[in-house]
Nanobody
Framework: QVQLVESGGGSVQAGGSLRLSCAASGFSYNRYCMGWFRQPPGKEREGVAE??????????YYADSVKGRFTLSRDSAKNTLYLQMNNLKPDDTALYYC??????????????????WGRGTQVTVSS
């Protein structure tokens, strides 16, 4: 019943922008962490951006490689998490995943604690 579905990926030239969406069904954003991860071709999966929420508050964490360029936002009414990506670089090319953890994670981007994953959306940035 609980599902995460990513969308918004595509191809863009360096310096361009994209906005990724993660639509959640059967899922509450309160007392959960949600994050964006990415896996470049032939490389390991890595954390990109993370938000941990409670009633009336939230805390965000960004990987150093995307800080200042990527921004998380939420639309609670639509149960959707967004990732605004600006000034994209070729190194941002990857399959991007949305993931959720049942409670606040002990450490940022803890793969072992994220147990719900979407199927991914492809982002390709050309020079």
């Amino acid at each position: 019943q609980v599902q995460l579905v990513e969308s918004g990926g595509g191809s863009v030239q360096a310096g361009g922008s994209l906005r990724l969406s993660c639509a959640a069904s059967g899922f509450s954003y309160n007392r959960y962490c949600m994050g964006w991860f990415r896996q470049p071709p032939g490389k390991e999966r890595e954390g990109v951006a993370e938000i941990c929420t409670g009633t009336g508050f939230a805390r965000t964490y960004y990987a150093d490689s995307v800080k200042g360029r990527f921004t998380l936002s939420r639309d609670s009414a639509k149960n959707t998490l967004y990732l605004q990506m600006n000034n994209l670089k070729p190194d941002d090319t990857a399959l991007y995943y949305c993931a959720a953890a049942p409670e606040w994670v002990a450490n940022p981007f803890s793969l072992s604690e994220y147990n719900l994953w979407g199927r991914g959306t492809q982002v390709t940035v050309s020079s």
